[in-house]
């Protein structure tokens, strides 16, 4: 038998959300056609098992936690953001002075050093 | 309804379909969190002309959407960051009963992972769609203005979902048939 319903129709029809017409046009087709009937119930076994088992508990003091971080006038993103930011800054500052402090007190090492950096650029550039 | 009452109201609902589009709970947490955060700001100036759950449920999806495009952005310094006739046939979800037997407890571990090996292989929109249907109970036009999709998308995508959720459970009971 020619299917005229889709899997979008029966789960649509499932919950009713289809205009009178096409709602009719599935009821009857699934009064002659055993293998709709069949897949519409497996729509609905699947429909059932996710309403039963797919809904999982919140974090507890999830809401708590929202209600205290807009009263601070913030959010949970905000601080691992900022600090994140202040971290990658030292980092930078700390690099920086490294490199400075190394020149002063190590200046032949830091020649060394420079000469291979140097050498290494060169040899790339060709 | 107060700000305390749209959290409540919407709370958990905001967590599941969080952790449907990420997969991960660490993630749905900071994500529901900041969708919360955020809708208790726009709270005020929320005039009541869309729905509120509709309203919460874009918030989220919206906060998402940022999450994925800071990711992007963000990938290689993320490396060193921490870690009857008019009966609805689809019913609203069933409360469990108190105190499941040793084998219902296993029968719902085995829907629960037949339903977790369906979710793996749908998009995160497609499971959206399947939260707010089948947990919050929303109408077509209500799930496409939450997700900002036609009506047509939100028929299909559920669908879909429905039916590889019905493929994965069918699997799940084949083993113990004689």
């Not at chain 1, 490294?98 to 020149?103: L, N, P, Q, T």
Request: charge should be neutral; proline fraction near 6%; charged fraction near 25%.
């Amino acid at each position: 038998m020619p299917h005229e319903v889709t899997p979008e129709d029966l789960s649509a029809y499932l919950d009713r959300e289809l205009d009178a017409a096409a709602l009719a046009g599935v009821a009857g087709h699934l009064a002659s056609c055993p293998e709709c009937a069949a897949l519409l119930q497996r729509l609905k076994g699947a429909s059932a098992a996710f309403k039963k088992h797919g809904l999982e508990p919140a974090p507890e003091g999830m809401v708590f936690r929202a209600l205290r971080a807009r009263r601070r006038g913030g959010e949970r993103g905000a601080p691992r953001r900022l600090g994140f930011a202040f971290a990658m800054a030292v980092i930078v500052v700390v690099v920086l002075a490294g490199g400075v402090a190394f020149k002063r007190f190590m200046p032949q090492v830091f020649e060394q050093i420079q000469g291979m950096i140097g050498k290494a650029a060169g040899s790339l550039g060709r | 309804m107060t700000e305390e009452e749209m959290v409540q109201r919407y709370g958990r609902m905001v967590y599941n379909l969080a952790l449907r589009l990420t997969g991960d709970r660490d993630e749905a947490a900071d994500l529901a969190q900041d969708a919360l955060v955020r809708a208790l700001r726009g709270w005020r100036g929320f005039r009541g002309e869309a729905d509120p759950g509709s309203w919460v449920y874009r918030i989220t999806l919206n906060c998402w959407k940022n999450s994925l495009r800071s990711f992007k952005k963000w990938k290689v310094l993320r490396f060193f960051a921490p870690e009857d006739s008019e009966e609805v046939l689809s019913e609203p979800r069933d409360i469990p009963g108190p105190d499941p037997s040793p084998e219902q407890e296993a029968q719902a571990a085995e829907t629960r992972r037949a339903i977790a090996k369906a979710m793996s292989g749908l998009t995160p929109e497609e499971r959206a769609v399947l939260v707010l249907r089948e947990l919050d109970g929303r109408s077509y036009p209500e799930i496409a203005a939450s997700l900002g999709i036609p009506l047509g998308t939100v028929k299909s995508r559920l669908a879909r979902a429905r039916m590889l959720l019905a493929e994965a459970l069918s699997a799940e009971e084949e083993p113990h048939a004689p």
